[in-house]
């Protein structure tokens, strides 16, 4: 399998600008700019106080001007026309693994530029926190092409190019990132979730805490299903071993579901939603169809 270029990542602007002919208005709203939560940040910029008047929101008082002025007034708001979009790209080493169509790491990166194309086309601004372990790069939310071909060449540089053992790559990348989210943004984070724990549960509350955020799980096959009988070879550079399909098969299930119950937990706990993307399907038609249907935002 080889390694993805430019080229590839650039291609896929096609692919964005027909998806979002194929796709339905109310669909691309629930994943770009046009869709506000309604519990989650307002997604709303100031615009000016004036004075209060029945009906208006008791919330947006202004106490500071009011008790000045010596009457009550209100904050203004306008919705924001460009919404930030953050993706989260974990290109940790054990990222470098696919028994299919491709590895997960080229399946995180085709995914990263089709939502980057696609939010640009949906008119919001796009950045990105990409991460392979040893280097993480974070790159502001800018609009329109400027803001897409910074993350594209920080994709193909942070690539992984040698299998190795998770790390806490994604970790890293919610540290760099929490700081930096206003109210009304929205994060996509494109991960294995390898080395996803319980104590991550802080680091993504203060994500969601104002803010809408939405898991892309990239799974392989041979992951989920375990080694068939037989004996094989496999490992990274130091560490290759023999296995025997049979009987590590049980011990390799369990592994799979403890992961999945741990990435079932969060979602349950902060309301996220999960969408799984297989090295076995090419990601535009997944992302087709997950665009396409009713229940898009679940």
Same mark, same amino acid.
């Given at each position: 399998?080889?390694?993805? &270029?430019?080229?590839?990542?650039?291609?896929?602007?096609?692919?964005?600008?027909?998806?979002?002919?194929?796709?339905?208005?109310?669909?691309?709203?629930?994943?770009?700019?046009?869709? !506000?939560?309604?519990?989650?940040?307002?997604?709303?910029?100031?615009?000016?106080?004036?004075?209060?008047?029945?009906?208006? &929101?008791? $919330?947006?008082?202004?106490?500071?001007?009011?008790?000045?002025?010596?009457?009550?007034?209100?904050?203004?708001?306008?919705?924001? !026309?460009?919404?930030?979009?953050?993706?989260?790209? &974990?290109?940790?080493?054990?990222?470098?693994?696919?028994?299919?169509?491709?590895?997960?790491?080229?399946?995180?990166? !085709?995914? +990263?530029?089709?939502?980057? *194309?696609?939010?640009?086309?949906?008119?919001?601004?796009?950045?990105?926190?990409?991460?392979?372990?040893?280097?993480? !790069?974070?790159?502001?939310?800018?609009?329109?092409?400027?803001?897409?071909?910074?993350?594209?060449?920080?994709?193909?540089?942070?690539?992984?190019?040698?299998?190795?053992?998770?790390?806490?790559?994604?970790?890293?990348?919610?540290?760099?990132?929490?700081?930096?989210?206003?109210?009304?943004?929205?994060?996509?984070?494109?991960?294995?979730?390898?080395?996803?724990?319980?104590? &991550?549960?802080?680091?993504? *509350?203060?994500?969601?805490?104002?803010?809408?955020?939405?898991?892309?799980?990239?799974?392989?096959?041979?992951?989920?299903?375990?080694?068939?009988?037989?004996?094989?070879?496999?490992?990274?550079?130091? +560490? #290759?071993?023999?296995?025997?399909? $049979?009987? #590590?098969?049980?011990? *390799?299930?369990?592994?799979?579901?403890?992961?999945?119950?741990?990435?079932?937990?969060?979602?349950?706990?902060?309301?996220?939603?999960?969408?799984?993307?297989?090295?076995?399907?090419?990601?535009?038609?997944?992302?087709?169809?997950?665009?396409?249907?009713?229940?898009?935002?679940?």
């Amino acid at each position: 399998m080889k390694l993805v &270029d430019l080229d590839e990542l650039l291609f896929l602007r096609g692919a964005a600008h027909r998806l979002t002919l194929r796709s339905s208005g109310p669909a691309r709203a629930l994943l770009f700019g046009s869709h !506000r939560s309604a519990h989650r940040g307002r997604g709303l910029e100031f615009e000016e106080v004036r004075q209060y008047v029945p009906g208006d &929101d008791p $919330r947006s008082i202004d106490w500071r001007v009011s008790a000045r002025r010596g009457r009550l007034h209100t904050k203004l708001y306008r919705e924001e !026309r460009e919404r930030p979009v953050w993706l989260v790209i &974990d290109l940790n080493p054990a990222m470098y693994f696919g028994s299919r169509l491709q590895l997960k790491s080229t399946l995180a990166m !085709r995914a +990263a530029a089709l939502l980057a *194309w696609l939010g640009t086309r949906s008119g919001d601004r796009i950045g990105a926190v990409i991460t392979n372990g040893t280097t993480t !790069r974070c790159i502001a939310p800018r609009s329109r092409e400027a803001g897409v071909l910074p993350i594209l060449n920080s994709l193909i540089e942070l690539q992984p190019t040698t299998p190795a053992l998770p790390t806490q790559a994604l970790r890293a990348a919610l540290e760099t990132l929490a700081p930096l989210v206003h109210p009304g943004s929205l994060v996509l984070v494109l991960s294995d979730l390898a080395a996803l724990n319980e104590h &991550d549960d802080a680091l993504f *509350w203060r994500i969601t805490a104002h803010s809408e955020c939405r898991l892309f799980w990239i799974v392989d096959p041979l992951e989920r299903d375990g080694l068939p009988s037989g004996r094989f070879r496999g490992g990274y550079a130091g +560490a #290759i071993r023999t296995m025997d399909g $049979r009987e #590590i098969h049980q011990q *390799w299930l369990a592994a799979w579901k403890q992961r999945e119950q741990l990435v079932t937990a969060l979602a349950q706990r902060l309301l996220l939603s999960v969408t799984q993307l297989t090295t076995t399907r090419p990601v535009e038609q997944v992302l087709a169809e997950w665009l396409t249907k009713p229940d898009a935002a679940a």
